[in-house]
């Protein structure tokens, strides 16, 4: 069947299973930036945001969010100008394999969108749902308020 | 500390030369290649931890429309293999058929299918009718060993390919007893003996992107995989072996590595994924759901062990007798030689005369061991570290001054070096830098350790705080090769080439800051590309912390060499000799004037005497240098639940010289968390079958940043004379600390000694009644 989406900012209009999941469409149409880590919103890998709220693509059937506003991390920065998220993460240390990368900053956006100036426990509390083994988090927190403060100067 | 200069490039704060990538999500991981025409692979599992395949029917899912191939243990080489990814010859036993007529684990490889969807894999796998003739298992290692036990591998081609005591008939898949000095008299020296027995449990990597392999063939017929790996090389000799196919036929690509930590040290996906691509002439992808990860990759081996310490009262030891039991599961990967670190990643860091360490690892049918960072030092760090502080209490004396007073200093050597290696005897050593005692007043004082230690207050909430120190290694000596090439282009960048495997580590930049400080660039300048084994020198791989180390030590081997040649050139260019010319900057400078590396370079591809630039190094090393690492925990104990919480963890690691700060404070930070949760959180839950109930990340228990207590982390310089810049490793030795730290915690809290973990609100409450 064909399913209308809105993919960073354009009309997209995609062939789909209908019992086909957000990530597998989005992958297929070459937003690779979400990832498979687990298939049960458990890891976060697959976050996208749909009208601005995270969520895990790897739960939501295609047809749910016919119409709606999908954000990927291809929507962000581009390789030669990176958004200042992207650039917080990269000074801060807080990437390691990557592989969780793209659904942080994603998840980390949709914080400071709505609260530019997160404390401590509200970056914790908005990012709980993004798993990485690498880092510890602790140099993802420090990147999220070094994100604040960039946009902050801006 | 001697011998540290001002870096330009090592030992600055640098972006990670690969982020840009990573934070764009453009990165290429396995997943996110594209073949035409990709067949989907689906792996049959056993639901019996131990079983004879009596008979088995696939003509059904063959004949399913979009079924390309089933394979079972009559359709593949009946070559007996290891699975773990390491050196030749691998100090593994060779006990595994990429498919077999017999199964030794709930969730063991059956069959496998290659289909047009993954959906039609799926349907597939449920029309292929097995019988099982259901075997006894085992389930306790204390069993394994006993007279009668069933005998887990009887297969008459089981062997092992280097000369080590091991015996399948009894299920013993490694043993090591080496005494030094006369326990005996050890322990008669002594005003006071200890003995414990400490357990830790079994637990998975975790990373975040499961296991995946791609294989095709190419144009010429060759066998191309893409793999999510930690061991390129390993994987083209194990799957050359396992399909009975030349290695030249062979060529593995490591794209971008979401994590690994040991558990993608083995070939796990390789081989299926590439017997359907040679059974079917098509590209195949096979990646494991994350509860096959669970169930059927790597864990962490459990480990008995049973500590026995005697000290006298200034707090000399007199003999350290540890015996070990290790769970190795149902196939032998790592389990001799994370049973050899067990003992050789602890005993050597307390000055001891008598040491005895006794160990076995025996098969089980529960799930199976692998690499797991930490190796084996995880297991030993918890027992010798909770003895530690219950002999310092004992004796009257704050734990940190006995482990100041006791622990291996710069210049001093330990037996157990030359004693215990990989499976066999080690080397001696010489310790060329240690910054412990630096790292335990680190601790002491950030953490207010005397004022905190015994002062756990009153009332429902009780704090306690807790210390561990730690060691590791860099690499395995006189067995692990590292080596890389290096070419020069024009505008004076260069192209590094290197089978050392980033998997998210760094290493990447860590060769390129190397490459760079020899030949007076920017990190930027050194474009570094891993690995390839068509393209890229060989490597072992990204384990045993050697990348750092020995990875690092070619690449400035193999600037060095460039540096040579660079400096040929420009002497030819400025008419002066090469000797007093140094590379600063971007050029090549001497006593008359400068050239810039882009006119060296432009020279020497276009201009006279045209001739490529280029150089290859290897890096090989008789010993391993080890990290070092002092530990504080502080905790809070609810009296009333049972419940844990960390509240602030203090870390001081010495790591030598770190080549990228940042990076080195990531490695603490992440190996930390994941010992955390480990000692608190994550444990696996069986049946009374064998079968793992919790393999989800919901229910295995990882931390998320709601979980994450205050972590205080330092680094402490010292110059490791042995390595590149004076850098040692970082990757493991954090991980250790956890399970010890927190268990001392606890009992300065509330006074209730646990030694086995993990300390789960239920098991503490449980010994809290018991008090």
Same mark, same amino acid.
């Not at chain 2, 593949?76 to 060779?94: D, L, W």
């Given at each position: 069947?064909?399913?209308?989406?809105?993919?960073?900012g354009k009309m997209r209009v995609v062939e789909a299973g209908p019992g086909e999941i957000l990530l597998d469409v989005l992958r297929r149409e070459g937003y690779k930036g979400a990832k498979f880590g687990c298939g049960h919103g458990f890891c976060g890998a697959c976050t996208v945001l749909l009208d601005g709220r995270p969520v895990n693509s790897c739960l939501l059937l295609v047809g749910v969010v016919e119409g709606r506003e999908i954000t990927t991390i291809e929507a962000l920065g581009s390789v030669d100008k990176l958004h200042p998220i992207q650039e917080a993460y990269l000074d801060a240390g807080a990437v390691q394999c990557g592989?969780?990368?793209?659904?942080?900053?994603?998840?980390?956006?949709?914080?400071?969108?709505?609260?530019?100036?997160?404390?401590?426990?509200?970056?914790?509390?908005?990012?709980?749902?993004n798993y990485c083994r690498c880092t510890g988090y602790v140099k993802i927190i420090d990147a999220v308020k070094l994100a604040a403060k960039k946009r902050k100067k801006r | 500390m001697s011998d540290m200069r001002q870096f330009k490039e090592v030992n600055q704060v640098r972006r990670r030369v690969d982020g840009v990538g990573l934070v764009t999500g453009k990165a290429l991981y396995t997943d996110d290649y594209d073949i035409h025409g990709m067949l989907s692979a689906k792996?049959?599992?056993?639901?019996?931890?131990?079983?004879?395949?009596?008979?088995?029917?696939?003509?059904?899912?063959?004949a399913l429309e979009g079924v390309r191939a089933v394979l079972t243990w009559k359709d593949v080489p009946r070559v007996i293999i290891t699975e773990a990814g390491q050196g030749f010859p691998e100090p593994s036993p060779y006990d595994k058929f990429i498919l077999d007529n017999k199964v030794r684990f709930v969730g063991d490889e059956v069959a496998v299918v290659a289909a047009e969807t993954t959906e039609i894999a799926e349907k597939a796998l449920l029309l292929i009718k097995v019988t099982y003739e259901e075997l006894k298992p085992i389930l306790d290692p204390r069993d394994s060993m006993k007279p009668g036990a069933p005998v887990i591998h009887d297969e008459p081609e089981w062997r092992i390919p280097i000369p080590v005591e091991m015996d399948p008939k009894k299920n013993l898949c490694g043993r090591a007893d080496v005494t030094i000095g006369n326990m005996q008299r050890g322990f008669s020296g002594a005003d006071q003996v200890f003995e414990h027995e400490y357990e830790n449990h079994y637990a998975q990597h975790v990373a975040n992107e499961p296991h995946i392999t791609i294989s095709y063939l190419d144009p010429q017929n060759r066998l191309v995989l893409i793999s999510s790996t930690q061991v390129?090389?390993?994987? $083209?000799?194990?799957?050359?072996?396992?399909?009975?196919?030349?290695?030249?036929?062979? $060529?593995?690509?490591?794209?971008?590595?979401?994590?690994?930590?040991?558990?993608?040290?083995?070939?796990?996906?390789?081989?299926?994924?590439?017997?359907?691509?040679?059974?079917?002439?098509?590209?195949?992808r096979l990646q494991l759901t994350r509860e096959e990860v669970f169930t059927s990759s790597r864990t962490r081996h459990p480990t008995i062990t049973r500590l026995k310490t005697g000290i006298k009262k200034d707090g000399t030891l007199t003999a350290i007798e540890m015996?070990?039991?290790?769970?190795?599961?149902?196939?032998?990967?790592?389990?001799?030689?994370?049973?050899?670190?067990?003992?050789?990643?602890?005993l050597p860091l307390f000055r001891c005369a008598n040491v005895r360490f006794n160990a076995w690892s025996v098969y089980t049918n529960l799930l199976q061991g692998g690499a797991y960072r930490g190796y084996g030092g995880t297991q030993s760090g918890l027992a010798m570290n909770i003895q530690m502080d219950e002999m310092a209490r004992a004796i009257g004396l704050d734990v940190a001054l006995l482990y100041r007073k006791l622990h291996i200093k710069k210049g001093e050597g330990s037996p157990v070096f030359a004693a215990l290696g990989e499976g066999a005897e080690g080397h001696a050593m010489t310790i060329g830098s240690c910054g412990l005692a630096e790292c335990i007043d680190i601790v002491m004082r950030e953490s207010g350790w005397a004022r905190k230690r015994n002062n756990p207050g009153a009332g429902r909430v009780r704090r306690g705080i807790g210390m561990a120190v730690l060691m590791q290694g860099s690499s395995i000596p006189k067995i692990d090769m590292a080596s890389c090439s290096i070419k020069m282009n024009e505008d004076g960048s260069f192209n590094l080439?290197?089978?050392?495997?980033?998997?998210?580590?760094?290493?990447?930049?860590?060769?390129?800051?190397?490459?760079?400080?020899?030949?007076?660039v920017k990190t930027d300048d050194v474009i570094v590309y891993s690995s390839d084994t068509d393209f890229t020198p060989f490597d072992v791989g990204a384990y045993a912390s050697s990348t750092t180390y020995l990875s690092g030590m070619a690449a400035k081997k193999c600037a060095e060499q460039i540096a040579g040649q660079i400096r040929s050139v420009a002497a030819e260019m400025l008419e002066e000799d090469a000797t007093g010319i140094v590379l600063e900057e971007g050029k090549a400078v001497g006593k008359k004037g400068g050239v810039t590396l882009a006119q060296v370079g432009t020279r020497s591809l276009y201009e006279k005497d045209q001739h490529q630039i280029a150089a290859f190094a290897s890096a090989y090393s008789d010993q391993s240098p080890p990290p070092f690492a002092a530990h504080v925990a502080e905790i809070e104990v609810d009296i009333e639940t049972g419940r844990v919480q960390v509240v602030t963890y203090w870390t001081a690691t010495d790591c030598g010289v770190a080549i990228n700060p940042l990076l080195a404070e990531g490695?603490?930070?992440?190996?930390?968390l994941n010992g955390i949760s480990y000692a608190l959180s994550e444990r696996f839950i069986y049946n009374s079958k064998g079968k793992l109930l919790n393999p989800s990340f919901g229910s295995y228990g990882v931390y998320f940043t709601r979980d994450l207590p205050e972590i205080k982390t330092f680094l402490v310089p010292t110059y490791e004379p042995s390595g590149p810049f004076g850098a040692k490793s970082i990757a493991e030795v954090n991980i250790n600390g956890p399970l010890p730290a927190i268990s001392n915690a606890i009992f300065d809290a509330v006074g209730v000694r646990l030694r086995k973990p993990p300390y789960t609100p239920e098991a503490v409450y449980k010994a809290l009644k018991k008090r």
């Amino acid at each position: 069947m064909k399913i209308t989406l809105k993919i960073n900012g354009k009309m997209r209009v995609v062939e789909a299973g209908p019992g086909e999941i957000l990530l597998d469409v989005l992958r297929r149409e070459g937003y690779k930036g979400a990832k498979f880590g687990c298939g049960h919103g458990f890891c976060g890998a697959c976050t996208v945001l749909l009208d601005g709220r995270p969520v895990n693509s790897c739960l939501l059937l295609v047809g749910v969010v016919e119409g709606r506003e999908i954000t990927t991390i291809e929507a962000l920065g581009s390789v030669d100008k990176l958004h200042p998220i992207q650039e917080a993460y990269l000074d801060a240390g807080a990437v390691q394999c990557g592989y969780c990368t793209p659904g942080f900053i994603l998840s980390t956006k949709a914080l400071l969108d709505e609260k530019p100036e997160p404390t401590e426990e509200e970056i914790k509390q908005a990012l709980d749902g993004n798993y990485c083994r690498c880092t510890g988090y602790v140099k993802i927190i420090d990147a999220v308020k070094l994100a604040a403060k960039k946009r902050k100067k801006r | 500390m001697s011998d540290m200069r001002q870096f330009k490039e090592v030992n600055q704060v640098r972006r990670r030369v690969d982020g840009v990538g990573l934070v764009t999500g453009k990165a290429l991981y396995t997943d996110d290649y594209d073949i035409h025409g990709m067949l989907s692979a689906k792996v049959l599992r056993s639901p019996y931890p131990h079983a004879r395949i009596k008979s088995i029917d696939v003509a059904k899912a063959r004949a399913l429309e979009g079924v390309r191939a089933v394979l079972t243990w009559k359709d593949v080489p009946r070559v007996i293999i290891t699975e773990a990814g390491q050196g030749f010859p691998e100090p593994s036993p060779y006990d595994k058929f990429i498919l077999d007529n017999k199964v030794r684990f709930v969730g063991d490889e059956v069959a496998v299918v290659a289909a047009e969807t993954t959906e039609i894999a799926e349907k597939a796998l449920l029309l292929i009718k097995v019988t099982y003739e259901e075997l006894k298992p085992i389930l306790d290692p204390r069993d394994s060993m006993k007279p009668g036990a069933p005998v887990i591998h009887d297969e008459p081609e089981w062997r092992i390919p280097i000369p080590v005591e091991m015996d399948p008939k009894k299920n013993l898949c490694g043993r090591a007893d080496v005494t030094i000095g006369n326990m005996q008299r050890g322990f008669s020296g002594a005003d006071q003996v200890f003995e414990h027995e400490y357990e830790n449990h079994y637990a998975q990597h975790v990373a975040n992107e499961p296991h995946i392999t791609i294989s095709y063939l190419d144009p010429q017929n060759r066998l191309v995989l893409i793999s999510s790996t930690q061991v390129p090389f390993h994987v $083209r000799r194990i799957v050359a072996r396992a399909l009975d196919i030349p290695v030249k036929r062979i $060529r593995v690509i490591k794209p971008r590595i979401g994590g690994g930590f040991g558990s993608k040290q083995d070939i796990v996906t390789e081989p299926l994924c590439a017997a359907l691509t040679l059974a079917t002439g098509m590209p195949v992808r096979l990646q494991l759901t994350r509860e096959e990860v669970f169930t059927s990759s790597r864990t962490r081996h459990p480990t008995i062990t049973r500590l026995k310490t005697g000290i006298k009262k200034d707090g000399t030891l007199t003999a350290i007798e540890m015996e070990v039991l290790q769970n190795a599961g149902p196939y032998g990967t790592h389990g001799l030689t994370v049973l050899t670190n067990t003992g050789s990643k602890i005993l050597p860091l307390f000055r001891c005369a008598n040491v005895r360490f006794n160990a076995w690892s025996v098969y089980t049918n529960l799930l199976q061991g692998g690499a797991y960072r930490g190796y084996g030092g995880t297991q030993s760090g918890l027992a010798m570290n909770i003895q530690m502080d219950e002999m310092a209490r004992a004796i009257g004396l704050d734990v940190a001054l006995l482990y100041r007073k006791l622990h291996i200093k710069k210049g001093e050597g330990s037996p157990v070096f030359a004693a215990l290696g990989e499976g066999a005897e080690g080397h001696a050593m010489t310790i060329g830098s240690c910054g412990l005692a630096e790292c335990i007043d680190i601790v002491m004082r950030e953490s207010g350790w005397a004022r905190k230690r015994n002062n756990p207050g009153a009332g429902r909430v009780r704090r306690g705080i807790g210390m561990a120190v730690l060691m590791q290694g860099s690499s395995i000596p006189k067995i692990d090769m590292a080596s890389c090439s290096i070419k020069m282009n024009e505008d004076g960048s260069f192209n590094l080439l290197c089978g050392a495997t980033d998997i998210g580590t760094g290493s990447d930049t860590v060769m390129a800051k190397i490459a760079a400080e020899v030949l007076g660039v920017k990190t930027d300048d050194v474009i570094v590309y891993s690995s390839d084994t068509d393209f890229t020198p060989f490597d072992v791989g990204a384990y045993a912390s050697s990348t750092t180390y020995l990875s690092g030590m070619a690449a400035k081997k193999c600037a060095e060499q460039i540096a040579g040649q660079i400096r040929s050139v420009a002497a030819e260019m400025l008419e002066e000799d090469a000797t007093g010319i140094v590379l600063e900057e971007g050029k090549a400078v001497g006593k008359k004037g400068g050239v810039t590396l882009a006119q060296v370079g432009t020279r020497s591809l276009y201009e006279k005497d045209q001739h490529q630039i280029a150089a290859f190094a290897s890096a090989y090393s008789d010993q391993s240098p080890p990290p070092f690492a002092a530990h504080v925990a502080e905790i809070e104990v609810d009296i009333e639940t049972g419940r844990v919480q960390v509240v602030t963890y203090w870390t001081a690691t010495d790591c030598g010289v770190a080549i990228n700060p940042l990076l080195a404070e990531g490695q603490v930070e992440g190996a930390l968390l994941n010992g955390i949760s480990y000692a608190l959180s994550e444990r696996f839950i069986y049946n009374s079958k064998g079968k793992l109930l919790n393999p989800s990340f919901g229910s295995y228990g990882v931390y998320f940043t709601r979980d994450l207590p205050e972590i205080k982390t330092f680094l402490v310089p010292t110059y490791e004379p042995s390595g590149p810049f004076g850098a040692k490793s970082i990757a493991e030795v954090n991980i250790n600390g956890p399970l010890p730290a927190i268990s001392n915690a606890i009992f300065d809290a509330v006074g209730v000694r646990l030694r086995k973990p993990p300390y789960t609100p239920e098991a503490v409450y449980k010994a809290l009644k018991k008090r």
